[in-house]
């Protein structure tokens, strides 16, 4: 008997299903995409964004070193422990890697995401942040040694023979742990807390993703082109609102399974086409959500109220699944669609050969793109304890946005920037973060309206406050900054280009005992006078001077309480040619889903 398969004229076999949809084309490159994607790839060579053979060596070498480390502290504890003769022999630890490493797309400098997992009877609390973190700080070959035990997911962060290293942990339910230990397994989710499943998820999450792309070829560049862009553009950071390395590459996958023919030059055009255009909330999903009867929660809007309130749903497709970009916020989701648009933008014209590949990667000009900023500055007693202070500090300047977005109704939007800055002329550990403030587009004001954020910046201190590891030296202090008084340090080139200069006299402040100016020193210069902008001109009204206006400090150790002092900023909208300038175009309003789990199939040309 002769299949209908083997037929000649037979109809052609359905395509392949990747995903929860149908794919939009199956299409593949014509000549003109072929020479497009050359140019891409040689693009991307060319900005040095593939490590070379000799690093590759050193990152497997620490990964070794590592391995070996960790498998030593196991046996330490189990002998510490009491344990049989036999079992202290066969105890064991293993070092995996996820993120970008385990999905091939790390470039030169980039850290390794790396979990620990041990047996069931070392935990992660005592055993891993304290007697593994003390093994480790006593080694010369660990530097920049931090411990972040609240975060989501608890991590270590130093560098090892200079190479930096996420460290996760995860004590799984067996006392031993084989060297061949397969972590796609569900069962490795058997009687484990929520902290392992999310340390967990990280492996299995990267494994899923390569199993449900087309090409893991063509993922591995598209995706690397991507991270490149987000980078550029400032749109690269999970803990800022913004996206993380999980989140783009979740994305590119999604392409990648709706032109599943296409090559990273066409991916990289259709990514920009498709979120333009997509209507969040939907939820973007690589496979099914599933339920399972161990019972942790999915991500389900019907059933869990939180659910509801996500406004860019990334979901993970290893099961528990989860939203993995719950950081975003209206604000930080706005900024991500106006770089989308500008993405699409310069591809079509790339496409219509009006632009090359460079144009899309051009650095993005924040410090140009708003007229009002918040400066959030962070100091410490010695650079040890700066380090955990700024990951304690940058982990809570989410919820700065999230507070000023709820106190203003959401007139007032933020756009944090996903990066720290340092002041070399400072002797004192320091770092700067900056946020750009603008009324929302569309929204109608009374003309002068003014946003007092002082209850909103005060909510935050108590936040912040409360870190558990607070010592004497840490402090915090926020100010409001035109764009006139932007310090010089963040500038590449150490001052502003040279149509945005302006004559302004820099005040400096006085200066304590270890060259830092104390909030006490910088309030009694300032004059009880408020900084305004009119709405209309533009104008800056009568102030005090061009130094930033201090609104508080929370360190537990200040003792004097400021008062006077206005913190109330007014904010004018940006004129279309400004928005040009700095990269910004005003997009529609996202229609909100009505929380069904199925994923939107944009109506796209092919």
Partial sequence: MVSSESLSGSAAPQPKKYGVTNPLSLAGPTEADLQRNAELEKFLRESELYESEEETSRREEVLQQLDEIVKLWVKQLTLQRGYPDQMVEDANAIIVTFGSYRLGVHGPGA???????????????????????????????????????????????????????????????????PEDFDISDQSVLYNVDEPTVRSLNGCRVADQILKLVP????????????????????????????????????????????????????????????????????????????????????????????????????????????????????STLRVMMDQFQIGNKICEDVELNKAQWPALFEHYFFFEAYKNYLQVEIVAADNDDLLAWKGWVESRLRQLTLKIERDTNGVLQCHPYPH???????????????????????????????????????????DVRMYSYWRPGMDIYVSHVRRKQIPAYVFPDGHKRPRQSRNTTQHTPEKDAKGCSSPEEKHSKRKQENETVDVQSDKLGKRASLSPQIIGSV?????????????????RQESLEEVKTAGLQNRRSDEKSTGDIVEQKPCLPE
């Fill in 555 to 571: 360190s537990p150790a200040s003792v004097s309480s400021w008062s006077g002092g206005s913190s109330q900023i007014i904010i």
């Fill in 215 to 330: 090409n893991a070829k063509h993922f591995r560049t598209t995706l690397r082109c991507l991270k490149f862009w987000a980078k550029r553009r400032g749109v690269y950071s999970n803990v800022t609102g913004f996206l993380g390395g999980v989140n783009w590459a979740l994305l590119a996958a999604r392409i990648c399974q709706l032109y599943p023919n296409a090559i990273p030059s066409m991916l990289v055009s259709r990514f920009f086409r498709v979120y333009t255009q997509w209507r969040w909330p939907n939820p973007v999903m690589l496979c099914p959500i599933e339920e399972d009867e161990l019972g942790f929660l999915v991500w389900d809007p019907r059933k869990n109220p939180k659910d509801r309130t996500h406004h860019m749903p990334i979901i993970t497709p290893a099961y528990p699944c989860m939203n993995s970009s719950y950081n975003v916020s209206p």
């Fill in 420 to 462: 720290e800055f340092v002041d070399m002329s400072k002797p004192c550990p320091h770092y700067a973060f900056f946020m750009g403030l603008q009324r929302q587009k569309g929204v109608k004001v009374q003309e002068g309206q003014q946003f007092d954020i002082r209850g909103t910046v005060d909510e935050f201190k108590q």
């Fill in 111 to 177: 850290d390794i995401d790396t979990l620990c997992v041990g047996p069931s009877y070392v935990n992660r609390e005592e055993d891993f942040f304290i007697l593994l973190h003390d093994i480790l700080a006593e080694m010369e070959e660990v530097r920049e040694l931090q411990p972040v035990p609240d975060a989501h997911v608890p991590v270590m962060k130093f560098k090892f023979q200079g190479i930096s290293i996420d460290l996760l942990y995860a004590s799984v339910n067996l006392l031993v742990v």
